[in-house]
């Protein structure tokens, strides 16, 4: 592949990311909307089907690999930044209980869903070879991510960050974050291992040596050095090169060991140790970059994994069943486990509606579920149509829900906090 395509694969990836994301913030939506909805609109749902000789010449096959590379370094400084920010995330502890009952129930909720409808979606949409319950399993996972840097932003931009309901969903965000990828590192083992029980078995014991590394020598070894470097949070280049090193190595094993890197992203994250000031330095130095150059790169590779026989025949009544299942699992589940926890009726139903957005963590999952052979092209299509309308909807149910512009908007330890 020559520079020459390279180059302008990027600026007409850049330019149209920008500018979707331009327009639907002005519509009142979430950026990274915009951003997954130009990954659509540069596929052959859109552009395949409107300019198909100038789509096959811009993405050819062959001239793929520059971008997938870029996108997948992309991925795995995104996820290395959430894995910190798991660590970082305020009043986790102190609302334990309550997001327990809500991450647990927006987990379990969709899952069951998603299990359910697995029968009649597996002889039409599992590729060859791939067994029931992977599948079904791998179904379930996908219907219950919930995308917290969404979230996040959502509840940012409308001055929610401090009510009753936002900081439970900001909780219980971190709750659904380890259920979710303890079961999807699960399923992409029993795919990827390839030897069955003994294959799942060697990389199971492999992850769990590595989480030993990490959190035994890794750990006590970069806060030796953050202190001696970094004092005040700040990395210097040497510390900073000796981070990216270990990212990198970590995001390396969980390859070997049959996993996606993001898993070793994630763990090198969650590993280091837990330091705000640290955060704030790395997301300034990081997460320009990786957000506004490589992500949109994920979002475009993504658009382009979709195909327009999802939108036609039996397959467009099993996408608006995937869909349903996922928006009744999330609210229903978050909701009642607000419910659970003491919260009034308007934010609990405002939280299962936070707790319904998706955004790049669905895109993520799915990723790794094509990459591992787990789903083909038209389930792929499905599930990013899904990502775009739950997180899409958030923010109306959202503002529906909890009666925002009727009336104040509570803060936390208000009469709308729950009754304990």
Not at 58 to 82: E, N, Q, R, W, Y
Not at 106 to 129: D, E, F, N, Y
Request: some cysteine; glycine content about 12%; hydrophobic content about 60%.
């Amino acid at each position: 592949m020559s520079a020459t395509v390279l180059l302008l694969q990027l600026i007409v990836i850049l330019a149209t990311a920008r500018a979707c994301g331009w327009l639907l913030r002005y519509l009142g939506q979430p950026g990274v909307v915009g951003e997954m909805a130009a990954g659509m609109l540069l596929g052959p749902v859109v552009m395949g089907t409107l300019f198909p000789t100038l789509h096959a010449q811009l993405f050819a096959k062959g001239s793929l690999a520059g971008l997938s590379a870029l996108s997948t370094v992309g991925l795995v400084m995104f996820m290395f930044i959430v894995g910190l920010e798991l660590r970082a995330r305020q009043g986790v502890r102190e609302q334990l209980r309550a997001a327990g009952s809500v991450g647990v129930l927006s987990v379990a909720v969709p899952m069951a869903l998603g299990l359910a409808i697995a029968p009649a979606l597996h002889p039409t949409l599992a590729p060859a070879g791939v067994g029931f319950w992977p599948f079904a399993l791998f179904i379930a996972a996908a219907l219950s991510i919930t995308a917290f840097p969404v979230m996040a932003r959502i509840l940012k931009d409308r001055g929610l960050t401090q009510t009753a309901f936002g900081q439970l969903s900001l909780a219980s965000a971190a709750v659904v974050d380890v259920f979710a990828w303890v079961l999807l590192a699960f399923v992409v083992a029993m795919v990827g291992a390839g030897d069955g029980y003994l294959g799942l078995a060697k990389t199971g014991g492999g992850v769990l040596l590595l989480i030993g590394v990490l959190f035994g020598a890794v750990r006590p070894a970069f806060a030796w050095l953050l202190r001696r470097h970094a004092p005040e949070g700040e990395p210097s280049l040497p510390v900073l090169a000796s981070l990216m090193i270990g990212l990198l190595a970590t995001a390396l094993v969980t390859e070997w060991l049959h996993l996606h890197a993001v898993f070793g992203a994630f763990l090198f994250g969650v590993a280091l140790p837990r330091d705000d000031r640290l955060l704030d330095s790395l997301a300034k130095r990081i997460e320009p970059f990786s957000i506004v150059v490589l992500m949109p790169l994920f979002f475009a590779l993504a658009g382009l994994g979709t195909t327009p026989s999802a939108f036609v025949g039996g397959s467009l009544g099993a996408m608006l069943l995937v869909l349903a299942m996922a928006v009744i699992g999330k609210i229903a589940g978050g909701a009642a486990g607000a419910r659970v926890a003491g919260y009034p009726w308007r934010d609990s139903l405002a939280t299962g509606a936070l707790m319904n957005a998706r955004g790049l963590m669905e895109l993520i999952v799915m990723k790794i579920g094509l990459d591992a052979g787990l789903i083909g092209p038209e389930l792929f299509t499905m599930l990013l149509v899904m990502a775009l309308a739950t997180t899409a909807m958030t923010t109306p149910l959202m503002a529906l829900f909890a009666g925002l512009g009727r009336r104040p908007v509570p803060r936390s330890g208000s009469p709308s906090a729950p009754v304990r």
